[in-house]
């Protein structure tokens, strides 16, 4: 996902990776109620840093004219990549 003009990719979505969402206080199934939260847990999580760093370039990215909704795709797009998901959804 491209914000402020920087290339971030989040990672595989696996077992790991979401229990590092879950530590740092996002959780992913109440997305559609916090959407922002979980927006800037992602970010961190792609960036490698912290939900502050995160809140920052998200806030720089929406000051400039971006949306939240484009890294709200990019995030579906990495679900649907994502094995882990594709198991809890057979079950």
Do not use: W
Not at 12 to 22: G, S, V
Not at 66 to 78: H, L, R, T
């Amino acid at each position: 996902m491209k914000i402020n003009n920087k290339e971030y990719q989040i990672p595989e979505l696996n077992f790991n990776a979401m229990c590092k969402l879950e530590e740092m206080g996002v959780n992913f199934m109440d997305m559609e109620n916090k959407t922002l939260s979980t927006v800037r847990g992602f970010l961190a999580l792609a960036m490698d840093g912290d939900l502050e760093m995160a809140g920052n370039e998200l806030e720089q990215h929406l000051v400039a004219g971006g949306n939240v909704e484009d890294v709200v795709a990019e995030i579906g797009k990495a679900v649907e990549a994502s094995g882990f998901f594709l198991a809890l959804k057979s079950q």
